[in-house]
Each structure stands twice: as C-alpha cells, then as structure tokens.
C-alpha cells in the first residue's frame, strides 16, 4: 500500500475528462498520471459510468486511488453532475494533489464541463471523419481535444481530423496521444499542472445546458403509445406522403 | 479583422456570395443543420425563418449563430504567419536507461536523411518522441532538442505541437472510406491549399510512379495494397504535408520504390529520421544513430566503402524483386533467376 498522503491539502487540482465509450480515456488518464509524475497516491480519478466498467482494476493496478459510480438508469451526465460536487470533497479528504474526473459521452449532448475548470476531450481517429462535427458540447466547449489512435492511421487523415475539430472548437488545443504506449502524453501533462486548484465546486457554473428530458419514460414507463407519453416529448416530423 | 467586421457583409450580402467567398462557411452552418438554405437571402433573414427551439439545442440565439458564423469566417480567413523556416534541428544527449550519459551532439539540416538502429526496445521510439515534443531535458532521457540552433520558445513547443513533425509508420492505415481523389482533395482542403486541383494530380501522379503496381484516382483508399497506400501517403506528406520533419518507423520493402519515395522527400527539402534495418535504406542515409539501452552510443557517418556496398546490395534487392515478380505474375521461378552465391 502506498504511504497516505498528507491528509491536510491545501486545494486539488480538478481535470475532467470526457469522451465516447472506448475512445481510450483511461488509457489518456494513465499515460498522463504516469508524464505528470506525482508521488504516489497523490493523483486520484473517479470514474462515472453508465452499467458496468472495468477500468477501476486498472487504477488499483497502478495503486492509483480511484471511485467509480453507475448512473444506471440515469442520464448520465445529470447523474456526473449531481455528484461532482462529492467527488471534489472526497479528493480533498483523500489528501490527493490532482483529481480527475472520467465520464464517458453516451449521446452526443453530452456536456459535463465547468466553467474554469480544465475540460479535455478524449475522441479517436478511428472512429469517422465527420465524428468531430458530430458530438458536439462535449467537444465544442472542450480546452484540450485529445486525439487517440493516431498511429494506426494515415497522416493526412490526422490532419483532415484535426481540421475537423478546429471546425467546430477553433480555440482547443489539439493533441495527439498514443493510449498504448504514452507518446504524447507528455504534453497533456503539462497541460494538467497549470489546471486550476480548487477546494470545493460549490456555486461553479456548467459550460453549457445539460441533455434534457422530463418524461413518463424516465419514471420507468415502458409502454408505447400517446397516450402514455408526458412531459417533456420531441416529436419527429415525417415528410408528407 | 476581427469577427465584428464581417457582421456588416454578413448582414447584407446574400448567403450564396458570402459562401463563394467563404467555402468553408458552409461548413459551419452544415453543423447547425442549416444547410441547402436559399442563396439569395442573407443570413439574417434566414434565421427569420428557422426555429429557435433548433438553435437552442446548440446554444444558440439568432444573434449569437451570425457572431459565431462571424467567427467562424475569420478564424479561417486569418492570414496564416508563414511558419519560420526550419533551417537545422539539434539533439543534445541526455542519458540512457542506466543513467549514463549520451556524449552526443547532432545537428541535421534539410534535405539530410538520417537512420536510427538499434535492437527492439532500445529506445528507438523514445527518439522520435523527444523529437516530436521537442524535449527540454524534462522527458525520461533528459535530453534537449533545439530548433536553428536555439531552444524554442514554450509557446512554439505548445503550439506548433504536433505540426512540426509528420509520422509514418508500418502500421498505419487509410481507414477514410472515399476516393483517392476524394482523400487528397479533402487533405488540401484541410491545408487551404490555392488551386489544389495542380497539388492533387501531382501527388496522384507522384504516389503511382513509386508503387510498385499501378492504382487509379476513383480506387478506395481502403482497397490500395500496403505498397499503394505507403506510396500514397508519402507522396501526400511531401507534397500536401506541412510538417518539415518527417519520423519513418520501417517502410515495407514490397511494392515500393523506397530509393525514390526517400528522394522525394528529401528533395522537398525534409528532415528525415529513419527508424529502418532495411540496408538498402539504412546505408543511403547520409548518418546512422546507434540505440542501444535507451541512449545513443554513436553516430556513424556512412563510409565511402560503405556506399559501395549499396551497389551490391541493391543487385540482391533486386534479384528478390525480380522473383517476386515472377510469382505475382503466375509464374514458375526459375533456377537461372538466382545468381551463383560463394558458398562459406
């Protein structure tokens, strides 16, 4: 076990971190931590996901301290952002220097950024040409896009994607990291010291609105029809035929 | 400009002029699901007509869409600052993975191709890497990379990060699914390249003198054997590439002129690393950097007995070329094809 760590912070460092499932975020975390380093036990992440996630064996491989919650059936940004604000207070009381938070970006609403609170963006280069315009918030009010997988394609398709992105967030920093075997992560790392030290996330603003959606079917209502339906409902507009 | 100043065009000029001058506006409006709007109405009064509740999912007021469409305009309008040119970069030793320290001091200059060997696991990528992020003594190796002779400025190590350099390695794919022609007019695009119409014949005519077999410009890239696309690709990063260095980790000896594709690149005016055994590359370099246990431990310039064996070797190289030949075209190899080696 590592040595606990001085118990009486005088403010943490808060990084969140948010990308598609399987874009290579805890990848992007454990390279950084590694570049960032910190003493042990002294960087800690706590990991919000939707059902199921395996990636808090990887932490406790790396003995780095780590949370992780299930929003189950919950939106999981609304679920992010209903806990953030426990996740800060168990940084603080865990002692820990740098916190990072890792959600993963399920319908491309997703927005779980705050505002002066470093927000990075973990996409991957397999994962379509037009994905950068797609996903929006989520990338268009990120400081630092990460690009993943880099070494498995072309060059100029790194270019074209990174254009993609300067499309749609002309002021990110674009970097490329390698989730395999840490190139890249360098750079990111120094990008996470000059994060902001924070005590608490109490009265922060979100960068943008979150996903809404107030409806029968988000109390558990499961039949089809009209008539079922209440509250907050998007009605798609078919063409006439 | 500032964005302010194209509110004024913007509000007057109806949207089709605006995108003839623009094409990459429509872009823009494309990501907020407005494209295949009327030409001949300006983006005001577009807007007029389009729902709020649609704006609002991207966080957006009528207002606030012709600011960033502003915006937008003039972060791709800027006049790009013509990139300082690199004339030399520098690596000062660092130490290897025991701590002893690399007595080295390299410098390379464009048009200068330089191989790196060493086992698997030396340090090889680490190189490149230090290379790639400019190293400050503040990576593993604690080595120092200069640019022109002088350490380069935090902001451009930042900044120009990634853009400095250009990869290629074995691994990698095309995974887009368009045309040739599709791919290269979408990479000069990207790059704002004037009259990319001459660049994109020019790299597709380039690409095909170094394939081994001949590919068309309506071929997927996703369908090029792995000679095809390296061809592609390092022709694209010569001539539609902006990166003045350029990392190679292994090039397929299959199905590629690499004589040529080296050429080509150093002949527009590159810095090329080499991580290659292939000596018919290694041995054309005009230094080799030896890697062994995580540091450099020595810099051999190519010899003049050295480049004579490049004659020889390059007579083996393309017997086995001759071979292969003979097999892809459905042949029967034969016996004659194979010169009379001294036996040892």
Known sequence: ??????????????????????????????????????????????????????DHQRYDEQQIPNQTAFAGKICPDHFFVSNVEGAVEWGMKKGLSVLITESAG????????????????????????????????????????????????????????????????????????????????????RYWQDALDIRTLRDRKLRFTMPAAICSYCTGETLIGEMYQMGMVKRMEFDDV | ???????????????????????????????????????????????????????????????????????????????????EAISSITILGGRNKTGRPEMVELTITPGEVVSIVGPTGSGKSRLLEDIECLAQRDTPTARQILINGSVPDADKRFVAGGKLVAQLSQNMNFVMDLTVQEFLEMHAKSRMIAGSAAVVEKCFAVANSLAGEKFTL???????????????????????????????????????????????????????????????????????????????TKVI????????????????DSVLLDIRNQLRGGGIVAKESIPEFQEI
């Open chain 1, 1 to 54: 076990m590592a040595a606990p760590h001085s118990k009486t912070p005088v403010a943490m460092k808060l990084i969140t971190v948010a990308g598609p499932p399987s874009s290579g975020k805890t990848s992007v975390i454990l390279k950084t931590i590694a570049a960032l380093g910190l003493p042990e036990g002294s960087v800690g992440v706590v990991k919000f996901d939707s059902l199921t996630s395996f």
């Open chain 1, 106 to 189: 399920l319908c491309n609403r997703c927005s779980p950024y705050v505002n002066a609170i470093l927000s990075v963006c973990v996409i991957d280069n397999l994962s379509g040409v037009n994905t950068p315009r797609k996903i929006g918030p989520m990338l268009k009010y990120a400081d630092i896009v990460v690009v993943t997988k880099g070494d498995i394609v072309s060059q100029a398709e790194r270019e074209v994607f990174a254009f993609n992105i300067r499309e749609v967030n002309a002021s990110a920093t674009v970097l490329f990291v390698n989730g395999i075997t840490g190139q890249g992560a360098f750079l990111l790392a």
């Open chain 2, 1 to 83: 400009m500032s964005a302010l100043d194209y509110v004024a065009e913007v509000s007057a000029v109806p949207i089709g002029d605006i995108l003839r001058r623009y094409p990459l506006a429509a872009d823009y409006l494309a990501n907020i699901r407005l494209s295949g709007v009327d030409e001949t109405k300006t983006l005001p009064e577009i807007l007029e007509d389009v729902d709020e509740d649609m704006l609002e999912e991207f966080g957006l007021d009528r207002e606030e869409v012709i600011f960033h469409f502003c915006a937008f305009i003039e972060a791709f309008s800027r006049v790009k600052r013509p990139d």
């Open chain 2, 218 to 296: 309506d071929t997927k890239v996703t369908q090029l054997s792995g000679g095809q696309s390296r061809s592609l690709m390092i022709a694209d990063t010569a001539l539609l590439g902006s990166s003045p260095i350029i990392l190679i980790d292994e090039l397929e000896n299959a199905g590629i002129d690499r004589r040529e594709a080296v050429k080509l690149l150093v002949g527009n005016e590159k810095i090329v690393l080499m991580s290659t055994h292939d000596p018919l590359l290694a041995l054309r370099a005009d230094k080799r950097i030896v890697i062994r246990n995580g540091g450099i």
């Open chain 2, 301 to 316: 310039e190519t010899t003049a007995e050295e480049e004579e064996t490049l004659h020889k070797i390059e007579a083996i």
